[in-house]
């Protein structure tokens, strides 16, 4: 039993000492996500609702933002849940998007900007900014897997742990008090731990669509014969913004009683549907699991998605993010999941912590271990990270140098509060 114990515990310090950067990265970057957009209502005056009255008809909408845009192209119509949020349209312009804020209640243009912390952490999470053959998605989809046994071993290992929800011991040394504090937090963290966990490897079943996970949880929008419509003039740029959107959403609405619109996908070309989503009686579940697809020429439904019809498998991918990211009850479980996500970045902060602090006193004594790979593998691969990153913000995101020298100035405190305190501090503390 002993041995089994030991070996459980070096399984768990492998994972959280040899993937420690790494695993901080793929935690944190997730933890940002879950308020990105709250840090967009804080950064965007724009984006800030009035949420007086009535909200303007979405042609109405449309035709602001062609007056700011009258070249660019309407790609996406993001209706937000939270009441505190304007809408956010995607407009492609020069090759570039652009994220519009838009005031549905005074019906006009409020705002935009190449970027949102939104999309940046979120796509930062996603795929760590390495799309290239889904190296990207792999890393961070495989890390829920460790997250899952570095916390099932620390439960196997640890005694009585259900006993020691408040064990913190602060009387006994640094050492000792962030052993402590390590165990205690991962004490705490464990049903968030899990939700995370089993959605992160849901997630990995749909990328690698085992049983065909993907090819039912994402259907192919419908195929329908167009009937050209006079009104529209289909080769100009200006075709997204033609289409007559309040027509749509009455047939949306029609189809299913109660929906609440919280997405637009203009087609791009007259054989494709206008394609509406949104959220209605069901619980739980993402945008996209009521749709209704609308021919643009004719102005008739040819594909509805209803959340309660749904199979097994749908369903359970529709509501992996709202679980993931805690927005399925607004921003209090936003927030509680921010909170669960700071818990597990700290757990891998203070096990890196002890570690290195265990390792600064081998050394001291003459018989410290020899230096591993695995920490020129998280540098590594961690700049790797950071190089993809100002490749998207200048090729993709078009971001300004200013916000590139102040992410810069970012980066620089951050690596050098690291050197701080897990280098110089803790080497200095042991002499």
């Known amino acids: 039993m002993k041995l089994k114990k030991k070996t459980l515990f070096k399984i768990h310090s492998w994972i959280g000492i040899k993937l420690g950067i790494l695993f901080f990265i793929v935690c944190f970057s997730g933890t940002l996500a879950t308020l990105s957009n709250e840090m967009d209502w804080l950064y965007y005056p724009g984006l800030r609702a009035t949420g007086q009255g009535e909200r303007v008809s979405y042609n109405s909408l449309v035709r602001e933002i062609q007056r700011e845009f009258p070249t660019g192209t309407l790609t996406y119509w993001v209706i937000p849940d939270e009441p505190y949020l304007n809408d956010i349209a995607y407009v492609e312009e020069n090759g570039h998007r652009r994220y519009v804020f838009v005031d549905p209640y005074k019906g006009k243009v409020t705002g935009s900007t190449p970027v949102t912390f939104q999309r940046f952490f979120r796509d930062f999470h996603y795929y760590l900014f390495m799309p290239f053959y889904q190296i990207g998605y792999f890393i961070v989809l495989v890390f829920a897997f460790f997250l899952l046994t570095a916390f099932l071993t620390a439960l196997f290992f640890y005694k009585k742990w ?18 402590s504090l390590h165990r205690v937090v991962g004490i705490w963290s464990i049903p968030f731990a899990m939700v995370v966990t089993l959605t992160g490897i849901w997630y990995f079943i749909e990328r690698t669509n085992i049983g065909n996970v993907s090819g039912i949880s994402n259907p192919q929008p419908p195929s329908f014969e167009n009937v050209q419509n006079g009104d529209i003039t289909i080769d100009t740029v200006a075709f997204s ?58 102005y008739r439904v040819v594909g509805i998605q209803k959340a309660e019809k749904i199979p097994t498998v749908m369903y359970i991918n529709d509501i992996a993010d709202p679980l993931h990211f805690g927005s399925w009850g607004g921003l209090i479980t936003k927030i509680i999941w921010f909170l669960g996500g700071v818990s597990i970045s700290g757990l891998v902060l203070t096990g890196l912590w002890i570690a290195l ?24 691969i961690s700049s790797i990270i950071v190089g993809f990153m ?30 701080y305190v897990f280098d110089y501090r803790l080497n200095k503390a042991v002499r």
């Open 241 to 298: 913004y033609q289409l007559d959107y309040d027509k749509a959403a009455k047939l949306a609405f029609a189809e299913i009683p109660g929906l609440k619109i919280g997405g637009v996908v203009p087609p791009r070309k007259p054989n494709e549907a206008i394609y509406i989503r949104g959220k209605s009686h069901v619980p739980l579940v993402r945008k996209r699991a009521n749709r209704v697809y609308v021919s643009p020429g004719d």
């Open 357 to 380: 602090k265990r390792q600064a006193k081998q050394r001291l004594a003459g018989n410290a271990p020899a230096m591993g790979i695995w920490k020129y593998i998280n540098w590594a």
């Open 162 to 179: 259900w006993q020691k929800f408040l064990e913190l011991k602060s009387n006994k040394g640094a050492l000792v008090f962030f052993r």
């Open 390 to 419: 100002y490749f998207f913000m200048i090729s993709t995101y078009s971001v300004t140098w200013t916000a590139l020298v102040a992410v810069t100035l970012i980066l620089g405190i951050i690596v050098f509060i690291s050197w």
